[in-house]
């Protein structure tokens, strides 16, 4: 399934009730392709996270549609837009995103949880997802006490739990260190050979050479490299 | 192993042992407050009822000497030890010259010395078994076999010996029953009929021989209760015996009745207003304390928007929290106020001075019940805000470390 943003646009207004507007997104077309890996690089302000929210279905775009598939998922109630999410979008947030009252299998099973399946299966699944991440040792640990490249790549198995068809990783290899950057972005390499549309927002000069497509963001605008 | 998302709530409660304690203390205080204060006013009001129903007479005579409020009120109405008497021709005088009296008795007032049976002074009361509306039928609850002489049925709380017996003054009575619960001093008395009374007054002055006047139980009474005529007005006879009996004072029951009443609403009154300051001051920390937590678990949230969770689920799990976290508060809010009740209840009593007399186990636990869904309502309002203020937050950015 690709993901197609037509046309978005986020503004935002500076001061409350006046008409001081800015774009944190400025009119963006793009297709995050089934089986590619799409790279975005962007420094810090440049819209990068607004942009993911916006296709990740988290944030209302000002102008233009997000379609997944042919699903206009901003057509949907909350409700049905965040199954949607659940079921077919998977999003690994920037810095670290784990539950602290959960292990880190109870992490990972999470969005099986959330969209109503618990089952052996789905604990294999995820047992499953933490042996390729080469966390299965730390099933059982606390999130805080993981490193920061462990806690990156149980939220990447995180959002792989219900077989997305979507990725959407921002900044995943922030604040690791290379053999870690290295492992992270060789994991999302083979989610988009498994058939995965993955967009990868970064900083990450080495990433381009794990990419398909790469793309740089300025103030709010998208343009191919 | 969590099975399912709806046990997040739980898990977070747990696992946040300290967090969980503080809120759950506000909200037992709040149930506390709330219970105990109920059922001090219940208690309270049960205890006049209770009075009310118990004493039976329309007036009360008693010697003008005992006048002085204290004195008259504290021994009939709330029975405390204490005694007076008055001459029996007075008893003879009302009973064939004034008009209007139904049913006419006399009683007798001997606060023992520390007896047997009990750590206080016993007040005894004694009754003319041929004559008595009053006590009889109050007694008749436990013990419907006339009192023969040296039987006695005592208050709910005079305990007797294994033997059902209590040495007064050397003589030994026979417990005959125990009467159910008054919330007054009368649950420390022990009635017998007149002939025993008269026995135990000789033994009272043999006891005492150096008293300024012994008592002679042939020629004394201490009151009279009078149950008045249907058709004739009760304040005329309390006029008409306090015109024409000399040396003695008529009081209308329902007036001493109201003068309880009167202090019962004075102390009614300041728990209420204690309890609704209490509440606002707790629903205020809560909602303050609950505010504070939930913004400090934004993160938590923005990564289960993420994941799928609806706005109007986020704010389910908020609401769900507190509702299980002022649940457990308040019952342990119930039990403690139930635990300190039933262990102070003495005290209780004694120290406000009034008729003091627990619900029913139903009633209390109807209350109980009432406090708890009261206490959870207030739970939930207080968390009402940050559930919605939670649900709409913007996930990216707060995961991105921003503010909104």
């Known amino acids: 399934m690709n993901l197609t943003a037509s046309n978005i646009s986020k503004k935002y207004n500076r001061s409350k009730g006046g008409a001081n507007w800015f774009y944190a997104v400025k009119s963006i077309d793009l297709c995050i392709e089934a089986g590619k890996l799409t790279a975005v690089y962007g420094r810090s302000g440049s819209g990068k996270t607004t942009l993911l929210n916006l296709l990740g279905g988290l944030l209302q775009p000002s102008e233009g549609k997000v379609l997944c598939g042919e699903t206009d998922i901003y057509a949907m109630p909350d409700k049905e837009l965040s199954a949607f999410r659940n079921q077919h979008?998977?999003?690994?947030?920037?810095?670290?995103?784990?539950?602290?009252?959960?292990?880190?299998?109870?992490?990972?099973?999470?969005?099986?949880?959330?969209?109503?399946?618990?089952?052996?299966?789905?604990?294999?699944?995820a047992e499953?997802?933490?042996?390729?991440?080469?966390?299965?040792?730390?099933?059982?640990?606390?999130?805080r006490e993981l490193s920061g490249g462990e806690q990156r790549r149980m939220a990447i198995a995180r959002a792989l739990m219900n077989r997305p068809e979507i990725l959407l990783c921002d900044e995943p290899t922030g604040d690791l260190d290379d053999e870690n950057t290295r492992v992270v972005l060789r994991l999302l390499r083979d989610e988009a050979a498994k058939g995965t549309a993955v967009l990868l927002f970064t900083h990450e000069a080495d990433a381009r050479n794990y990419a398909d497509i790469v793309m740089k963001m300025d103030g709010g605008s998208l343009e191919k490299i | 192993m969590m099975r399912s998302v709806y046990g997040?709530?739980?898990?977070?409660?747990?696992?946040?042992?300290?967090?969980?304690?503080?809120?759950?203390?506000?909200?037992?205080?709040?149930?506390?407050?709330?219970?105990?204060?109920?059922?001090?006013?219940?208690?309270?009001?049960?205890?006049?009822?209770?009075?009310?129903?118990?004493?039976g007479a329309d007036i009360v005579v008693v010697p003008y000497s005992a006048a002085s409020k204290v004195s008259y009120d504290s021994v009939i109405i709330q029975g405390k030890p204490g005694q007076f008497y008055m001459d029996a021709k007075y008893y003879e005088e009302i009973k064939n010259e004034i008009e209007g009296i139904d049913k006419i008795t006399a009683q007798f007032y001997l606060a023992s010395a520390k007896a047997s049976c009990c750590s206080a002074r016993l007040q005894i009361i004694g009754f003319d078994p041929e004559t008595d509306f009053s006590v009889q039928p109050w007694i008749a609850k436990s013990y419907s076999t006339e009192l023969?002489?040296?039987?006695?049925?005592?208050?709910s709380d005079v305990t007797p010996n294994a033997d059902m017996t209590i040495e007064i003054?050397?003589?030994?009575?026979?417990?005959?029953?125990?009467?159910?619960?008054?919330?007054?001093?009368?649950?420390?008395?022990?009635y017998v009929n007149t002939a025993t009374m008269k026995e135990l007054i000789l033994a009272h002055n043999a006891k005492n021989p150096n008293q300024e006047r012994a008592i002679d139980p042939e020629k004394v009474v201490?009151?009279?209760?009078?149950?008045?005529?249907?058709?004739?007005?009760?304040?005329?006879?309390?006029?008409?015996?306090n015109l024409y009996v000399r040396q003695v004072k008529a009081i209308r029951t329902q007036n001493m009745i109201f003068d309880v009443a009167d202090s019962l609403s004075g102390v009614s009154g300041m728990i209420s207003v204690l309890m609704a300051a209490v509440w606002v001051l707790s629903v205020i920390i809560m909602a303050i304390a609950f505010t504070m937590m939930m913004n400090e678990r934004r993160r938590e949230f923005a990564v289960l928007r993420v994941l799928g969770v609806s706005r109007a689920r986020i704010a389910g799990f908020v609401l769900t929290e507190n509702a299980l976290v002022t649940l457990v508060g308040g019952v342990c809010g119930i039990i403690i106020t139930v635990l300190l009740t039933l262990l102070f209840n003495g005290l209780i009593e004694q120290s406000i001075g009034l008729p003091f007399l627990l619900p029913q186990p139903s009633v209390m636990l109807l209350t109980?019940?009432?406090?708890?869904?009261?206490?959870?309502a207030a739970g939930a309002l207080t968390s009402a805000v940050s559930a919605y203020k939670i649900s709409k937050i913007d996930a990216g950015l707060v995961l991105r470390g921003e503010n909104e």
Do not use: C, W
Request: charged share 15%; net charge neutral; proline share 3%.
């Open chain 2, 368 to 376: 109980a019940l009432i406090t708890l869904l009261v206490t959870m």
């Open chain 1, 89 to 125: 979008i998977g999003i690994v947030p920037q810095g670290a995103a784990a539950l602290g009252n959960l292990t880190v299998l109870e992490n990972v099973l999470l969005p099986s949880l959330i969209g109503g399946r618990s089952s052996d299966e789905q604990e294999k699944r």
């Open chain 2, 222 to 241: 201490s009151s009279v209760l009078i149950k008045v005529m249907d058709g004739y007005d009760i304040d005329s006879v309390v006029g008409n015996i």
């Open chain 2, 148 to 155: 023969s002489e040296y039987d006695a049925v005592v208050g």
């Open chain 2, 169 to 190: 003054y050397g003589k030994t009575l026979h417990v005959r029953a125990v009467l159910e619960k008054t919330g007054t001093e009368l649950d420390s008395a022990m």
């Open chain 2, 8 to 55: 997040l709530p739980v898990r977070s409660i747990l696992k946040k042992p300290l967090r969980s304690a503080a809120l759950m203390i506000i909200a037992a205080f709040l149930a506390f407050s709330a219970f105990g204060g109920s059922l001090m006013v219940m208690s309270l009001s049960n205890g006049l009822e209770s009075l009310s129903a118990r004493l």
């Open chain 1, 128 to 143: 499953a997802l933490l042996q390729s991440f080469g966390i299965a040792s730390l099933r059982d640990v606390m999130p």
